[in-house]
């Protein structure tokens, strides 16, 4: 059973940045995609990006595309979710969460994750 732990959110302004980590612990972390996920209130959850197990393979909402970067550190355990140009509709609980597999096909979704970390709060103030 692996688990998930998300940090770096917080209250920034419109334009600001954030770097959320998730650290992973208690299963070969290299060999899963991992995800970010957000949900604001009375929306779904949503997949804003994903990275394949090795890395090559990167997927980004349209919504956050050119905004936010996601990366992997497979010899620490943890992926990152770079957020640059931030602004208010990004307001959300952000999630991480650990592939079933390696990769995924199409618009990745919460079906293609089995974990999931606590969530952590992002709030951008206009």
């Known amino acids: 059973q692996v688990q998930l732990v998300e940090s770096g959110g917080g209250l920034v302004q419109a334009g600001g940045s954030l770097r959320l980590s998730c650290a992973a612990s208690?299963?070969?972390?290299?060999?899963?995609?991992m995800g970010w996920f957000r949900q604001a209130p009375g929306k779904e959850r949503e997949c804003v990006a994903a990275?394949?197990?090795?890395?090559?393979?990167?997927y980004y909402a349209d919504s956050v595309k050119g905004r936010f970067t996601i990366s992997r550190d497979n010899a620490k355990n943890t992926d990152y979710l770079q957020m640059n140009s931030l602004k208010p509709e990004d307001t959300a609980v952000y999630y991480c969460?650990?592939?079933?597999?390696?990769?995924?096909?199409?618009?990745?979704?919460?079906?293609?994750?089995?974990?999931w970390g606590q969530g952590t709060q992002v709030t951008v103030s206009s």
């Open positions: 990275i394949s197990w090795s890395g090559i393979s990167t």
């Open positions: 969460a650990e592939g079933r597999g390696s990769t995924w096909y199409g618009i990745p979704v919460p079906g293609d994750f089995g974990s």
């Open positions: 208690g299963r070969t972390f290299s060999t899963y995609a």
